[in-house]
């Protein structure tokens, strides 16, 4: 964890106070999720497949820019082109 400063304490209670308010999906919304795009990566459109946990549910809207975590903002993505969006952005 890294040292707590007053910006890191500010930030961990906002994100705290946001999933109370704005939480998760549920189980049955993201098996809705999964159905709703055909068990495919809505960028990609490669076929997934829920029990090698090859999707993984993301923002549309991240959070850090006011995104929300209702079903909405949500699509379904190949689990590595999650981590390579994260990755393109940190390299930017």
């Not at 304490?9 to 055909?38: C, H």
């Not at 991240?62 to 969006?85: A, D, E, M, P, Y």
């Amino acid at each position: 964890m890294p040292k707590m400063t007053p910006g890191y304490a500010k930030n961990t209670m906002r994100r705290t106070l946001q999933a109370v308010v704005d939480t998760e999906p549920t189980n049955k919304e993201i098996s809705i999720l999964w159905e709703y795009f055909g068990s495919a990566c809505a960028y990609c459109g490669l076929p997934l497949k829920k029990e090698n946990r090859e999707g993984h549910i993301d923002h549309l809207v991240s959070t850090t820019k006011n995104g929300v975590n209702h079903i909405s903002n949500r699509v379904l993505i190949l689990f590595n082109l999650q981590w390579r969006r994260k990755r393109r952005k940190s390299l930017a």
